[in-house]
Antibody, heavy 120, light 108 residues
Framework: EVQLVESGGGLVQPGGSLRLSCSAS????????MNWVRQAPGKGLEWVSY???????YYADSVKGRFTISRDNAKNSLYLQMNSLRDEDTAVYYC??????????????WGQGTLVTVSS | DIQMTQSPSSLSASIGDRVTITCQAS??????LNWYQQKPGKAPKLLIY???NLETGVPSRFSGSGSGTDFTFTISSLQPEDIATYYC??????????FGQGTKLEIK
């Protein structure tokens, strides 16, 4: 059974840093691209970042230069290092697996999410 | 970046009704569109991929159609468990993978 479990969320002050983790199981992690998607309280979904199976990386403009996505295939884990956090980064952060042969894709499995609150 | 305009933003319907949600892309995205369902406090769930393909295990009352810039998501007969917010997502070529604003579906 495919499982994605996020951790690392919490309360952080503006300008602070936080590192999120996503632990994957039930599939060959190294063979899949992975994403981070966030959802501010009461708002819609916002794609944040994508790392391919070969570690090509993409970011949304809203986080470029502040967030860093990475993966450790030996640990079946995905990470999101978040620096220079702002109030508007407050959200539930989900990791999601990419499935589909290029150019097609879909996010077929999602974690339960981890809440990041940026506040003084 | 490609913008997605989803409508309506909210919808009230009765059990058994046919429900339709639309999504319009700001440029041609072929069939590069997915639909997700999100229930309160839960992660999104994939329902439809590549505009019209039903994800495994998803009831057949859900369907999707369209290509280019205009897409439609339909529930043929609304059930109580379908109460949720629905999102379209485009994935043309490279990121960003933009989501629509969401449609909150309620029971009348």
């Amino acid at each position: 059974e495919v499982q994605l479990v996020e951790s690392g969320g919490g309360l952080v002050q503006p300008g602070g840093s936080l590192r999120l983790s996503c632990s994957a199981s039930g599939f060959t992690f190294s063979g899949y691209g992975m994403n981070w998607v966030r959802q501010a309280p009461g708002k819609g979904l916002e794609w944040v970042s994508y790392i391919t199976s070969t570690s090509t990386i993409y970011y949304a403009d809203s986080v470029k230069g502040r967030f860093t996505i990475s993966r450790d295939n030996a640990k079946n884990s995905l990470y999101l290092q978040m620096n220079s956090l702002r109030d508007e980064d407050t959200a539930v952060y989900y990791c999601a697996r990419r499935r589909g042969k290029a150019p097609n894709l879909r996010f077929d499995y999602w974690g339960q999410g981890t809440l990041v609150t940026v506040s003084s | 970046d490609i913008q997605m305009t989803q409508s309506p933003s909210s919808l009230s319907a009765s059990i058994g009704d046919r429900v339709t949600i639309t999504c319009q892309a700001s440029q041609d995205i072929s069939n590069y569109l997915n639909w997700y369902q999100q229930k309160p406090g839960k992660a999104p769930k994939l329902l439809i991929y590549d505009a019209s393909n039903l994800e495994t295990g998803v009831p057949s009352r859900f369907s999707g159609s369209g290509s280019g810039t205009d897409f439609t998501f339909t529930i043929s007969s609304l059930q109580p468990e379908d109460i949720a917010t629905y999102y379209c997502q485009q994935y043309d070529n490279l990121p960003p993978y933009t989501f629509g604003q969401g449609t909150k579906l309620e029971i009348k």
